[in-house]
Structure formats: structure tokens, C-alpha cells
């Protein structure tokens, strides 16, 4: 560094006025307060953020008991349709033998008519004669 360098050095420095205690005091409490309200602002979104990722937990594990509670739902439709359904096709079925019987004695009854049917041939006769 040069003299006149130096000197200009010297003559900023002295142009600058020093600060006052106060002064000095006000800007650090001041650049403290602007820390704090930003490791309090950090905080804050940390927090937030956790909150988020909560409520997304939450929300899928209401999503998994509403789709289980669809499923056991679907499952005891499906046993009471089969159950309605095995005991229709029971009565079906007791209404089909009682039909049968019901012909059945018909056919065998006093009033059935056994009629001969002609017997018929068992063979073509041979008609063409060498």
C-alpha cells in the first residue's frame, strides 16, 4: 500500500463517525431480535410442515378403514345373497319333487291308459330279390 493510499485510508476512517454506545447496543439487540424472529419463523414451518405430513397419515389411515369396513360390507351382502339364494333354490327344489310326484301319480294312477304301441320292425325287410 502507498502512502496516498494510506492516507485516504486514514481520512475515510476518520469521516466516518464512531457510533455511539447506545447505538451500538440497539443494532446488535436489533440484529438478535431479527435471529430470533427467524429461527422462531423456522420453527413455525418445521412445525407446519410436520402438521402435513400428520394429517396425510391420518387421512390414509381413514382411507384404509373406510375401504376395510367396504370390503366387510360387500362381504356380508355377498353371505346374505348366497343364503337367500340357498334357500330359494331348497323350495324350488321341494316344488319340483312335489310336481313330480304329483305326475308321477297321475301316470301310475287308476285313471292312466296303457296303450300297445305296434311293434316295429326291427329290420328293413329285403326287398330286392337277386
Same mark, same amino acid.
Given at each position: 500500500?502507498?502512502?496516498?493510499?494510506?492516507?485516504?485510508?486514514?481520512?475515510?476512517?476518520?469521516?466516518?463517525?464512531?457510533?455511539?454506545?447506545?447505538?451500538?447496543?440497539?443494532?446488535?439487540?436489533? *440484529?438478535?431480535?431479527?435471529?430470533?424472529?427467524?429461527?422462531?419463523?423456522?420453527?413455525?414451518?418445521? *412445525?407446519?410442515?410436520?402438521?402435513?405430513?400428520?394429517?396425510?397419515?391420518?387421512?390414509?389411515?381413514?382411507? *384404509?378403514?373406510?375401504?376395510?369396513?367396504?370390503?366387510?360390507?360387500?362381504?356380508?351382502?355377498?353371505?346374505?345373497?348366497?343364503?337367500?339364494?340357498?334357500?330359494?333354490?331348497?323350495?324350488?327344489?321341494?316344488?319340483?319333487?312335489?310336481?313330480?310326484?304329483?305326475?308321477?301319480?297321475?301316470?301310475?294312477?287308476?285313471?292312466?291308459?296303457?296303450?300297445?304301441?305296434?311293434?316295429?320292425?326291427?329290420?328293413?325287410?329285403?326287398?330286392?330279390?337277386?
Amino acid at each position: 500500500m502507498t502512502d496516498d493510499e494510506r492516507r485516504a485510508a486514514l481520512e475515510a476512517a476518520y469521516r466516518t463517525p464512531l457510533e455511539d454506545a447506545v447505538e451500538h447496543w440497539r443494532r446488535k439487540a436489533d *440484529e438478535r431480535e431479527a435471529a430470533r424472529q427467524a429461527a422462531h419463523a423456522e420453527r413455525k414451518a418445521a *412445525e407446519a410442515a410436520h402438521l402435513v405430513r400428520l394429517q396425510k397419515q391420518a387421512g390414509q389411515a381413514f382411507d *384404509e378403514r373406510i375401504t376395510t369396513a367396504l370390503a366387510e360390507h360387500d362381504r356380508a351382502w355377498t353371505d346374505a345373497l348366497g343364503e337367500v339364494f340357498a334357500h330359494e333354490r331348497k323350495l324350488m327344489r321341494r316344488e319340483v319333487a312335489e310336481q313330480v310326484a304329483q305326475l308321477r301319480a297321475e301316470v301310475t294312477g287308476e285313471n292312466a291308459k296303457v296303450i300297445d304301441l305296434p311293434a316295429l320292425p326291427l329290420r328293413k325287410p329285403n326287398t330286392t330279390r337277386w
